[in-house]
């Protein structure tokens, strides 16, 4: 790998220069990365929905003793209540802590080798290729 310092167009960063397939590969571990960190996003609002459904049950039931009918509350109080959301014992925090600690953990580190080992740590090498050749495109037209 060798580095130009001397980007000619006025943009931040050197450039880094790889091999097609090199960029392309580090391009799609970049990719891989920023969708998990979408999915993480969604685990999130999952677990705050969750959490909100379950804080108008919790509502529900006292409301459904203050009508007389505990057969409906406890059922609310002992069936659903204390439910995970996958199996009946893991709740929505465990399920983003379980992906947080381990496929984005491990994917946050294998994203930050493959950059130190193929373009000495720079990011989105592709995109910066992309903004010079457009730039110099616009800047000879």
């Not at 108008?56 to 659903?80: C, M, T, V």
Request: charged letters at 40%; proline letters at 2%.
């Amino acid at each position: 790998m060798a580095i130009d310092d001397t980007p000619t167009d006025g943009s931040a960063g050197p450039i880094v220069e790889l091999t097609g397939t090199e960029c392309d590969a580090l391009h799609e571990v970049e990719l891989a990365l920023e969708w998990l960190q979408r999915a993480q996003g969604q685990l999130l609002a999952v677990h705050h929905a969750t959490g909100h459904g379950m804080d108008h049950l919790r509502e529900a039931e006292d409301l459904l003793r203050d009508a007389g009918r505990d057969d409906l509350a406890d059922d609310i109080r002992d069936g659903l209540l204390p439910r995970g959301v996958v199996d009946d014992d893991r709740w929505s925090y465990d399920v983003v802590e379980d992906f947080q600690e381990n496929l984005l953990a491990d994917s946050r580190a294998l994203e930050r080798r493959v950059r130190h080992e193929l373009a000495d740590g720079e990011r989105h090498v592709r995109e910066r290729r992309q903004e010079r050749r457009w730039k110099g495109r616009a800047e000879t037209e």
